[in-house]
Nanobody, 127 residues
Framework: QVQLVESGGGLVQPGGSLRLSCEAS????????VGWLRQAPGKEREQVAC?????????YYADSVKGRFTISRDNTKNAVYLQMNDLRPEDTAVYYC???????????????????WGQGTQVTVSS
């Protein structure tokens, strides 16, 4: 089955850390730029971070997460990760992984534009 599967979400206290994983099955993630987006209740979907096709490629971060989140990829494992440190209550959201052959589409587009879109993983930051 061709899909993206996110994991690693959960409940964490403010200041804590989580590492999200996005694994591809049925296709090679090497050919795709990959990004993380999030959506909190009552808020618009927000792009959090994205990375071009290569492990050492260009990365983008939303201002709200710069210095706290790090996106990385391991093409040998067909996976992309989001390391989230110093988590805040406002980081609470469902986090989605997305992939597209074109970085610009991933960076500027929306769900209907992407080649692949995961089901999401819930991150809750609360004391």
């Amino acid at each position: 089955q061709v899909q993206l599967v996110e994991s690693g979400g959960g409940l964490v206290q403010p200041g804590g850390s989580l590492r999200l994983s996005c694994e591809a099955s049925g296709f090679s993630l090497d050919d795709y730029a990959v990004g993380w987006l999030r959506q909190a209740p009552g808020k618009e979907r927000e792009q959090v971070a994205c990375i071009t096709h290569h492990e050492g490629g260009t990365r983008y971060y939303a201002d709200s997460v710069k210095g706290r989140f790090t996106i990385s990829r391991d093409n040998t494992k067909n996976a992309v990760y989001l390391q989230m440190n110093d988590l805040r209550p406002e980081d609470t959201a469902v986090y989605y992984c997305a992939a597209d052959t074109t970085y610009t589409t991933l960076r500027l587009g929306s769900q209907e534009d992407f080649d692949y879109w995961g089901q999401g993983t819930q991150v809750t930051v609360s004391s």
